[in-house]
């Protein structure tokens, strides 16, 4: 691929984060919905957090296709892949059982996390050295709008939703004008999955176009190690081994608190901040305008300034989030306010910005992706552990919520001393100079 369509290749593949994003969101919002349709208890929605693109379902996709798409090809992935998530989507929206439904979170939660590796990997690799940056946050930014988008169709949708109405007549035209109303409201729900469906439809008909990574067709010729061998090489070499667990570490500790708010932020709101459904889901959705927003800003900057100056600005303003909490501030319209200012702006300029930056920068084009899918495993897979965790600390009506904030705090100030102690200095270098400073020339 032409360097200079790095640009276009980058909002091809960035639609996997809308995409990824969205998922999660869609079946946060609508899962109240879902449990009085099927009658679940808590520990169905558990189950359904933990399987999904949130967590399990992500980490068990994310190690196979990383490994994958370093065997066979970054387009091997676009090609196929995106199939893969249409067929998730459209078992949930048929979903009659709970059976059902957790399958289909689970197959599209197995194919999002297939498709971040090789998402990362390929923005990486066919961006220009002075544009890697932006080009990231510009797929971090499609990440921003996902949730955004979902969280506005899912008011707009939702029971005493402005397009309410329409959702009713089509409910009622397909099981009947009997039908009982949690039957007839589910599909509120069904029709934002929908919308997740048409996306996915596109995505795959730009991404399946795409020309194979460059530097992937490069190592490739010069090198026919089989998958076992990259997962022998990455598991033995020291540097390696060192990158996984810095990058796992920084990762892992502001997931975890991500991870909690990207599924339970609107029913912190209305748990510990006392709002309406409605208020909740329009304070999340403000949220994300602000993580677009930041990143927006970013992008023009990154590859100008030290990667230390945003790193460290994003956890100052969820550690300051948090900190809020733990002195009673969303107790008042105005601190509910800050918080949510503050957590979008953390987002913007997140971890999770620098770790899908560096996570592609400082691994060999051999093992690029499957070291990123390895990574993601480990990390979705601990916070679907945590998020199970985390409901028995907050407990049913938010009577742990500042022991859970305390937890928070405790994990952003990790991330931020961690990344602060092992961050590269990959700013204006090529992925073959920093290849080659890393390890010499005998990868």
């Known amino acids: 691929m032409a360097k200079s369509g790095s640009l276009k290749s980058t909002l091809a593949v960035s639609l996997n984060n809308y995409l990824d994003a969205g998922a999660i969101v869609a079946g946060a919002s609508g899962v109240t919905l879902w449990q009085n349709y099927l009658g679940l208890s808590e520990i169905h929605l558990g189950w359904l957090n933990a399987l999904s693109a949130n967590a399990l379902g992500a980490a068990i996709g994310a190690i196979i296709g990383g490994f994958l798409a370093d065997k066979f090809g970054r387009k091997f992935i676009f090609t196929y892949n995106l199939l893969v998530y249409m067929t ?125 990574s460059a530097e992937f067709t490069v190592n490739k010729e010069k090198d026919q190690s089989s998958i076992v061998d990259n997962i022998k090489l990455l598991f033995t070499n020291k540097i ?27 029913h912190i709101y209305e748990t510990a901040g006392g709002l309406s459904n409605e208020a909740a889901n329009m304070l ?68 999770q910005v620098f770790y899908a930056l560096w996570g592609s920068e400082l691994f060999p084009a051999k093992f690029r992706a499957g070291a990123q899918g390895l990574m993601f495993f480990i990390v979705r897979g601990l916070s679907a552990v945590w998020g199970l965790v985390f409901t028995f600390i907050y407990g049913d009506n938010g009577e742990g919520f500042t022991l859970a904030a305390y937890c928070m705090v405790a994990l952003l100030l990790a991330s931020l001393v961690v990344g602060l102690i092992g961050m590269p200095n990959t700013r204006g270098k090529s992925l073959d100079q920093i290849t080659k400073e890393r390890y010499g020339e005998s990868i």
């Open 284 to 351: 999340s959705c403000i949220s994300w305008v602000f993580v677009v927003v930041t990143t927006f800003i970013i992008s023009f900057m990154v590859d100008k300034v030290a990667h230390r100056f945003f790193y460290v600005f994003g956890l100052a303003a969820a550690l300051t989030a948090w900190i809020l909490i733990i002195g009673g501030g969303v107790s008042t319209i105005a601190g509910i306010w800050v918080f949510t200012i503050l957590w979008g702006v953390n987002n913007g300029s997140s971890v």
């Open 88 to 212: 998730g989507v459209l078992i949930i929206m048929l979903s009659m059982n709970f059976p059902m439904l957790l399958a289909g979170f689970l197959v599209t939660g197995i194919s999002v996390g297939i498709g971040v590796p090789a998402s990362w990997t390929y923005i990486s690799e066919s961006s220009e050295v002075n544009n890697r940056g932006r080009n990231i946050c510009i797929s971090q930014m499609s990440w921003g709008v996902g949730p955004m988008c979902i969280l506005l169709f899912g008011m707009l949708f939702a029971p005493g939703g402005y397009l309410y109405g329409p959702v009713e007549a089509i409910a009622h035209d397909i099981i009947g004008a009997d039908a009982a109303q949690a039957a007839v409201e589910v599909f509120s729900s069904r029709v934002v999955f929908a919308t997740l469906f048409v996306v996915a439809f596109i995505a795959w008909n730009l991404q399946r176009q795409l020309e194979e």
């Open 240 to 266: 390696a081994v060192k990158t996984v667990a810095f990058l796992a570490a920084i990762y892992l500790t502001w997931n975890l608190v991500a991870s909690v708010m990207g599924f339970f932020m609107p």
